[in-house]
């Protein structure tokens, strides 16, 4: 049987294909109109790979993820819809506004705002019934005024959300769900259960921006899939380190799902082989991603920011750079800037020929020789040196009044100091030494801009993967079907009886999820965790098994506290494929396939050898300056650095 991962990224699309075995991998241009066509692309080159047919590859896969960027580009390109949001009056800017994060106009308009009579106290008792008169007129402006998804968010809703379930009811009644004019609702309850009005709020508005359109796009794929012949549901991957099928996956828990699962691989490669402290540097087509793995963890933020609004659905800790392939340059007041923004997939690198007429840092590489324009994507796509040459020399040499290998040198210099400082700074900032810090270098361009990234941070060991072009894609063939349940309480650690009935009914909701996933009760595994407040001081009490109580997590908590929040994961594992070490080491160095020149200095290039990936072994070395080149991604061993092959296939460079 074999396992389907896709990762969909701003500029190619991604596809790691195993039959527990043997493993295949596979980019595709994304096809920003309509990414369910990249989608299916990616699968059937997954197919072809293997010497299949579409039809009877998805007959005999087990297994399809997918993670997707289609969120987080609706917020950033401001796509989504138009919003309306009913809050308590007289706390609007509790709940809304200029409260503990910056302002929401971008997602949702001032005048798009209402406030209705309504008031739960701080013991959860209905002080004052829903105003369901002014609710409904509230509800008939903002469809008059276009609004195309409604959120009710309520002060102390999480205390009691009677009379949140109260609005959904009258305006279904008003609104029927089978007439055209139907109202989509969303409560902040059912996104978030915390205790924090306003980062509740923040996390049910920006799940609304995106849910319809992630609704739409992920169940086409699924249709598309599955009428190509997969016979089972299509899996979410989720930004939390889990999956679910597109029915059970909230829009929230995809945003950045790829950078965080490309994470949770790491951790798992991490462990296999024995490195306590990694950084992983993800250079993709549009952006750059970095995830700290402390001995075999990676770190969570429990209420992360999304674009500068902090919301209350925990994730993988992943910092991103506006750094890629795609990232263009500029020189303006005799200045030169490099990114943030992205030539993407369309129209691409000035190199692509698809009409995209800025100099990008794949057009860098293509004119220093780093890239091989003939064998780009293992010789797939040609690029053209000459249109590299040409907007390198109109937008940059020229206004700099360099020459255009000078500039291109000074492009590729810029995006590698940008990159390595950042890495530099979140290291500090988190209190490390880097230099005790291996760097797992991944993406289409990880692996040709690690070691200078490295030099700058002072990082003397990184790691590539012979996958590692399509390390998202990986990172989701090992998540398994995962889901999270949080409810905020006001209870004490003597009130054990209390969260064990909170941890009941959680745990039958994850029974009725599970079950609806197609699993066994017995193929469950449970983690649950307090949260416990003493004074000012807060922290995780957590324990896992098949069966977790209460008095199990509260073990060791010392003495009556206060509790306000319990979580409980659900876990059903799939298999998952492990590369396997080989006993036999190769002996003495590989041959060159070929030489050609590289500029590794400015203003001077050095003829370098040029390695086939597939044609090394484990135990082989390759000295610096050489290049290897796989048929989807290039590994540039500079000056001063050597290459080994390690006995899992990883392709590990040490500075000399």
């Known amino acids: 049987m074999y396992s389907i991962d896709i990762d969909i990224g701003g500029t190619f699309t991604d596809g790691f294909f195993t039959d527990g075995k043997d493993v295949r991998m596979e980019k595709v241009l994304s096809t920003p109109h ?38 987080t580009n609706l917020i950033v390109q401001r796509s989504g819809p138009r919003l309306g949001l009913i809050v308590t009056t007289g706390h609007e800017q509790d709940l809304y506004g200029t409260g503990k994060a910056p302002m929401l106009d971008h997602f949702v308009r001032q005048d798009m705002v209402f406030g209705i009579s309504e008031s739960v106290d701080d013991k959860g008792d209905v002080v004052r019934p829903l105003d369901t008169d002014a609710l409904l007129a509230a509800v008939r402006e903002l469809v008059h005024a276009g609004a195309r998804m409604i959120v009710i968010s309520f002060r102390n809703a999480w205390r009691n959300a009677a009379n949140e379930h109260a609005a959904r009811t009258a305006i279904r009644a008003r ?7 139907s109202v989509p609702l969303q409560l902040g309850t059912d996104i978030a259960h915390v205790g924090d009005d306003h980062s509740r709020t923040n996390s049910a508005l920006l799940n609304a921006y995106i849910h319809s359109e992630m609704a739409r796009t992920l169940y086409r794929a699924e249709d598309k899939i599955r009428s190509a012949g997969f016979r089972n549901p299509l899996l979410i991957v989720h930004s939390n380190g889990g999956n679910a099928r597109v029915a059970k996956t909230i829009a929230l828990n995809t945003l950045h799902s790829g950078p965080a699962v490309a994470a949770r691989g790491a951790a798992e490669l991490a462990g296999l082989l024995k490195l306590k402290k990694v950084v992983t540097a993800d250079m993709g087509g549009t952006s750059f991603d970095m995830a700290v793995i402390d001995s ?26 506006g750094a890629g392939g795609g990232s263009i340059a500029r020189a303006n007041d005799g200045k030169l800037t490099v990114g943030p923004d992205s030539a993407g997939s369309a129209p691409g690198p000035a190199s692509y020929a698809k009409g995209g007429v800025e100099p990008t840092v794949t057009d860098a590489n293509v004119v220093l020789g780093f890239i091989d324009p003939n064998y780009f994507l293992g010789g797939r796509m ?7 040459e040409r907007a390198i020399e109109r937008r940059v040499a020229r206004r700099l009044g360099i020459s255009v290998p000078e500039a291109a040198f000074d492009i590729r210099a810029e995006i590698n100091r940008a990159m390595g400082e950042e890495m530099r700074l979140r290291l500090r900032e988190q209190g490390h030494k880097p230099s005790g810090f291996a760097m797992f270098a991944f993406g289409g361009g990880g692996p040709l801009h690690g070691c200078a990234i490295a030099d700058h941070v002072g990082i003397r060991r990184i790691v590539a993967f012979p996958f590692g072009s399509v390390f998202s894609a990986y990172g989701g063939s090992t998540t398994s079907v995962q889901h999270h349940y949080a409810k905020t309480v006001n209870l004490t650690t003597g009130g054990v009886a209390e969260i064990d009935a909170v941890l009941a009914a959680l745990r039958d909701q994850a029974e009725r999820d599970m079950v609806g996933e197609g699993f066994a009760l017995s ?11 003493v004074g000012a001081k807060r922290a995780w009490h957590d324990k896992s098994g098949k069966r977790v109580r209460a008095k199990d997590i509260l073990a060791g908590a010392g003495r009556r506290a206060s509790i306000e929040q319990i979580r409980l994961t659900a876990r059903c594992d799939v298999p998952h494929w492990n590369p396997a070490a080989v006993r036999k080491l190769a002996k003495g160095r590989p041959a060159a396939k070929t030489r050609r020149p590289i500029g590794w200095e400015r203003g001077r290039v050095t ?5 086939d990936r597939d044609r090394l072994s484990p135990g082989h070395v390759v000295e610096g300056p050489a290049l290897v080149e796989g048929p989807d991604t290039a590994y540039a061993v500079a000056p001063g650095w050597r290459l080994e092959v390690d006995p899992f296939g990883s392709l590990v460079m040490i500075r000399s």
């Open 34 to 71: 309509d990414i369910t066509e990249c989608f299916m692309n990616c699968v059937a080159a997954g197919s072809n790979a293997f010497g299949l047919d579409l039809a009877e590859f998805l007959r005999r896969s087990s297994v399809a993820r997918v993670s997707t960027t289609v969120g």
């Open 175 to 181: 609104y029927p769900i089978h007439y055209l004019r």
């Open 296 to 321: 075999g963890d990676v770190r969570y933020e429990g209420e992360p920011e999304i674009d500068g609004v902090r919301i209350a659905v925990p994730m993988i800790s992943v910092d991103s750079l």
């Open 382 to 388: 040609t690029l053209d040196r000459a249109a590299a």
């Open 523 to 533: 193929d469950i595994h449970y983690a649950a965790g307090v949260e416990v407040v």
């Open 607 to 611: 003829d370098t050898p040029i390695y």
